[in-house]
């Protein structure tokens, strides 16, 4: 780590103050970006998907668990893969322990991939992970909501993913998507982000930003430090 310039406690007070401004007006900005998400239009979902659980199949009205709001992470899990993500397992790291404060604010929280439950269920125990968490195999859920490619010809072919076309290595991609139920039982799409707007459900990315080296990751592969938590001292 390079020494940056060393201050009096005065001349870095006047430069932590200036700093001040600009987390404040970020918070602001932050501010009138919930907004106007909250304010999205909503999509009616005219397909009550089907998924298999712990407890055997069930539809995505089922997944509100009572609630009017429901959150899905998208898990970078493929039917034929033999362990879940390391980036995805990273994210759902900070997932563990939220599902009672999220259920208090009438939301519903679901992790969902593609892996059959016989899969999902022995990893999601090696990771110690006690939030809900289901399979879409069988479903066009994953392809709808551009984190499933399984349909492509071939790897090369261009996908759609974080709202352009893009190329994509593997047939599986990250995400978090938001549905709401009206009170007569409606579903609705109101929200979904990828790529690096996931980034807002990592906090140990925000306390890294908050240290002198920040996420100090390799540029080029920016996950390459990365192993699933039971994997660092290997």
Excluded at 114 to 128: N, V
Aim: hydrophobic residues 35%; negative net charge; glycine residues 8%.
């Amino acid at each position: 780590m390079s020494v940056p310039v060393i201050a009096e406690q005065q001349e870095w007070l006047k430069a932590r103050l200036a700093l001040l401004e600009k987390e404040k007006q970020l918070t602001r900005d932050r501010d009138e970006i919930s907004r106007l998400r909250r304010e999205l239009p909503w999509v009616a979902v005219k397909e009550d998907y089907r998924f298999e659980t712990e407890n055997g199949p069930e539809a995505l009205s089922g997944l509100f668990n009572g609630k009017s709001q429901l959150i899905i992470y998208h898990f970078m899990f493929g039917p034929d893969w033999q362990t879940g993500c390391g980036g995805c397992s990273f994210w759902c790291d900070h997932f563990e322990g939220l599902i009672v404060h999220l259920a208090a604010r009438d939301i519903a929280f679901v992790v969902v991939s593609e892996a059959p439950m016989e899969k999902i269920l022995p990893f999601k125990e090696r990771m110690g992970w006690t939030f809900p968490w289901v399979s879409s195999a069988g479903s066009r859920f994953n392809a709808d909501y551009q984190v499933g490619f399984t349909d492509r010809a071939d790897k090369s072919d261009p996908v759609y993913y974080n709202y352009r076309e893009t190329s994509f290595p593997v047939d599986q991609a990250p995400g978090a998507s938001v549905f709401a139920k009206d009170g007569k039982g409606g579903l609705y799409h109101t929200y979904s982000t990828y790529s690096r707007g996931l980034d807002i459900l990592n906090t140990a990315y925000h306390l890294m930003d908050l240290t002198p080296k920040g996420r100090d990751e390799d540029p080029e592969n920016p996950s390459s430090w990365l192993r699933h938590h039971d994997r660092y001292d290997q």
